[in-house]
């Protein structure tokens, strides 16, 4: 098995990597990637980030959302979270199965005196609380296992990020979070480690001691084709936010009127406005609006009746 460490904390670049190792690295051995990320939120392949999301929380404190290629559940990045993924031949034995890449870490785990569970959705579990998560996903003749280890997160901002507008009678489909029951492995280890170390151990415990030889290292042509996945895709609001699942989402605005929308591929399908005041204009300005502020912006300016900006934020902010 290679492995490609990455030093890059920009998460666009790791996720752009990953993706550029399953589709496009030709390279018969199975490989590892290893990474962390400065503080990001990223949302799983199927999440909504304005439903499925503490949005308003996330947007005052200007923290980036990135879309990645795997489903599951978003979760909150910061230097204290080690991200892995196998990427590996698309086998029957591998297909499913969580436990032929969670095993070691198990074992890994164990040795440092932490012993875990692997339950049947992934979860990496100790005395009831997450300790790692784990998705999977297809790709022709290849497969990626991807997973994070908590190490020393910063717990109370994954809550804040994570904590949900509640679902109503009307919603569409959408990724039910269990965001309040993960612990640090830090807190559990039997030897002060620092994340350095910890990481360090890990390597040489899924690799072995021959880490250095089978470390692969990008080239320039490997990143200038990463850095082409990142503009061409997960930089955009087209699969940030395009990707999103349809939704409802309803808003009071300014005490005036109701308003109901139906979002279908990030653009604005329907729109209901219940309100005393003539509200044609407005329903023209929305109707088949992307659903950003750069759209809203360019539509509200044909409707003067309302202060588009206290608008925009009532629906995307609050």
Same mark, same amino acid.
Not at 55 to 72: A, F
Not at 248 to 268: A, C, P, S, V, Y
């Given at each position: 098995m290679?492995?490609?460490?990455?030093?890059?904390?920009?998460?666009?670049?790791?996720l752009a990597l990953e993706e550029y190792v399953l589709k496009h690295l030709n390279i018969e051995e199975d490989i590892l990637l290893i990474w962390q990320n400065r503080e990001t939120v990223i949302i799983g392949r199927d999440q909504n980030p304005y439903r499925d999301l503490n949005?308003?929380?996330?947007?005052?404190?200007?923290?980036?959302?990135?879309?990645?290629?795997?489903?599951?559940e978003t979760v909150y990045h910061d230097n204290g979270v080690i991200n892995y993924s196998f990427i590996v031949k698309n086998l029957a034995e591998n297909r499913n199965n969580h436990q032929v890449f969670v095993q070691p870490i198990l074992d890994f785990l164990r040795e440092l005196g932490i012993t875990c569970d692997l339950e049947e959705s992934g979860d990496i579990c100790l005395n009831g609380k997450?300790?790692?998560?784990? @998705? #999977?996903?297809?790709?022709? @003749?290849?497969?990626?296992?991807?997973?994070?280890?908590?190490?020393?997160?910063?717990?109370?901002? #994954?809550? #804040?990020?994570l904590d949900a507008p509640a679902l109503n009678e009307f919603e569409f489909n959408k990724v039910i979070i269990n965001h309040k029951n993960i612990s640090n492995l830090k807190e559990h280890l039997e030897d002060d480690l620092s994340i350095k170390e910890f990481k360090n151990l890990l390597l040489r415990k899924l690799i072995g001691e021959d880490l250095f030889d089978k470390k692969y290292e990008l080239d320039y042509i490997d990143k200038t084709k990463i850095h082409k996945i990142i503009k061409e895709k997960y930089d955009t609001w087209e699969w940030?936010?395009?990707?999103?699942?349809?939704?409802?989402?309803?808003?009071?605005?300014?005490?005036?009127?109701?308003? @109901?929308?139906?979002?279908? #591929?990030?653009?604005?399908d329907r729109v209901s406005i219940d309100s005393f005041e003539n509200v044609m204009g407005l329903l023209k300005c929305l109707e088949g609006c992307a659903f950003n502020e750069e759209a809203l912006e360019e539509s509200l300016v044909n409707c003067p009746s309302v202060d588009s900006v206290k608008f925009i934020d009532t629906l995307l902010h609050q």
């Open positions: 290679f492995t490609i460490i990455s030093n890059e904390t920009n998460a666009l670049f790791n949005y308003p929380y996330i947007h005052h404190n200007e923290l980036p959302i990135y879309r990645r290629l795997t489903s599951g997450r300790v790692s998560l784990n @998705t #999977q996903r297809l790709y022709k @003749t290849k497969m990626i296992h991807h997973g994070v280890l908590f190490f020393s997160t910063d717990l109370e901002k #994954q809550t #804040q990020v940030i936010y395009g990707e999103s699942p349809d939704f409802i989402i309803k808003k009071e605005f300014d005490n005036r009127m109701m308003i @109901t929308l139906i979002i279908k #591929q990030g653009i604005i």
